[in-house]
């Protein structure tokens, strides 16, 4: 007889939700300060495990600071059905969201300046904004945008786009994950003679990997790194719609430019003020690219382990991380074709 399948719940750790072996959580959980996992007999009491501990949400960290304190857990019904936790709503006072894409440091939001100003100093990978109302700052924070903006940027309207990428019933959960590393260089960087290229890594599907040369407009790091998630999103958005085991994408990239642009700073601005943008001959494909996948997993996030999230994450460059340092290499090496 097989032996009964197990179920590892990370709530918080380096990445969270549900995994099938134990070596996978260890991954998550091994030196990572304060992680919380436990094993369970069934992926839905792991799921929900992962997911909530009295109202807090690893995965969205959605906490509301008032004097430094937390205020009490609100489960509202909108936000219920898409499975995150509200904190309680408060109405016409201003209040500061800090959205974070960098995994050592929360997102969270304070109901006054100086909480936040203190939290956001010399912090890297977040981007923070004031609000009139709780629920709007978690909804900046969660990247709860407006659809039909996203649609109209992807070129379809939500109908069209549900019908043709709806997976439908699913009898088992996708818990297969691949981490993408992303990285853009630039040789001579800023002079006439610089030369850019760009390179992705897939940590578990090498196959994939690109190491490619820049071949239109200025040739700068910050073009190489748009490049770079541009591409990757382009192979997981055939990966994702043509094959018949999916995966749970993660990008990780070290522009924290590329990362705030499509988690957070997109939303706030409109279709053709995007297009005024420098480097738009790039952003806007990357914009497009990026939404397609988010909104793939946001549409079948029943059938997904990261129950349909799907963002950029921002990781310190050159600071020893494997998949970042072959990304950069990658790049380089892109740099020098002719």
Request: charged share 25%.
């Amino acid at each position: 007889m097989a032996p009964k399948e197990k179920f590892y719940a990370v709530q918080k750790g380096r990445t969270t939700g549900v995994f099938t072996s134990w070596q996978e959580c260890q991954a998550q959980t091994t030196g990572f300060n304060g992680a919380i996992f436990k094993k369970f007999d069934t992926f839905a009491e792991a799921k929900a495990f992962s997911r909530s501990n009295n109202g807090y949400n690893s995965s969205r960290v959605n906490q509301v600071f008032s004097n430094n304190k937390v205020s009490k857990p609100q489960v509202t019904q909108n936000n219920k059905k898409a499975g995150t936790v509200m904190r309680k709503v408060v109405k016409g006072t201003k209040c500061y969201a800090v959205k974070s894409t960098n995994p050592a440091i929360p997102s969270r939001v304070f109901q006054n300046w100086k909480d936040c100003q203190a939290y956001v100093h010399r912090a890297k990978g977040v981007t923070f904004k004031s609000f009139l109302s709780t629920e709007d700052a978690l909804n900046f924070i969660n990247g709860i945008s407006d659809s039909k903006i996203d649609f109209t940027i992807i070129g379809m309207d939500e109908e069209e786009f549900r019908k043709k990428n709806f997976i439908g019933h699913c009898d088992y959960p996708y818990f297969g994950r691949s981490i993408v590393y992303c990285d853009g260089s630039a040789l001579s960087n800023g002079k006439s003679s610089s030369r850019a290229g760009y390179g992705v890594y897939f940590q578990d599907e090498p196959e994939y990997n690109i190491s490619e040369r820049l071949r239109i407009g200025e040739q700068t790091n910050n073009r190489g790194e748009i490049q770079a998630v541009s591409s990757a999103l382009e192979i997981i958005w055939i990966n994702l719609t043509t094959k018949m085991e999916k995966l749970n994408y993660e990008i990780k990239t070290d522009s924290e430019y590329v990362a705030k642009f499509l988690n957070d700073r997109y939303m706030t601005s409109t279709p053709a003020a995007i297009k005024k943008l420098p480097n738009s001959d790039l952003l806007y494909p990357l914009l497009i690219n990026f939404l397609k996948v988010k909104k793939f997993y946001m549409i079948n996030a029943h059938c997904f382990a990261n129950d349909g999230k799907f963002k950029i994450e921002w990781v310190k460059g050159h600071a020893g991380e494997h998949g970042n340092e072959m990304a950069d290499s990658l790049a380089r090496n892109g740099a020098l074709k002719n």
